[in-house]
């Protein structure tokens, strides 16, 4: 049986789980799927959260994803820090907000959106 599958995954997801030096991710296809699939997921629930936030709030789209970004490790989910990352840049995609901007309180936003072209959807 092929191992071709339907759903290709975005490059700088599967990026996440490539250690450094090696060349192959340590997560099986259906294992990287199945991470994919629930960051996807927890992405497209929380755009209509950072949405709602910077409309009742009157907060700016980085201060929603910065709030998002306080309660991720706390989700319940054991996500990986690369996969917080990649949840808060898929936010601000789906959104069509510009790219987050490295702060002094906030280091870690300005990451690398998943790349548009590998990310559309049938």
Do not use: Y
Request: with cysteine.
């Amino acid at each position: 049986m092929s191992d071709h599958r339907q759903i290709r995954l975005p490059e700088r997801f599967v990026q996440i789980f490539i250690e450094p030096g090696r060349a192959r991710p340590r997560l099986t296809r259906s294992e990287l799927e199945a991470r994919h699939e629930l960051c996807e997921d927890l992405s497209q629930m929380l755009s209509d959260t950072a949405r709602e936030q910077c409309w009742s709030l009157g907060i700016t789209p980085d201060d929603a994803l910065d709030r998002i970004a306080r309660g991720l490790p706390d989700c319940g989910l054991d996500l990986e820090a690369g996969e917080h990352e990649w949840v808060l840049a898929r936010i601000g995609e789906i959104l069509d907000w510009p790219p987050r901007i490295p702060t002094h309180d906030n280091p870690d936003a300005g990451v690398p959106t998943p790349a548009r072209a590998n990310d559309k959807r049938d």
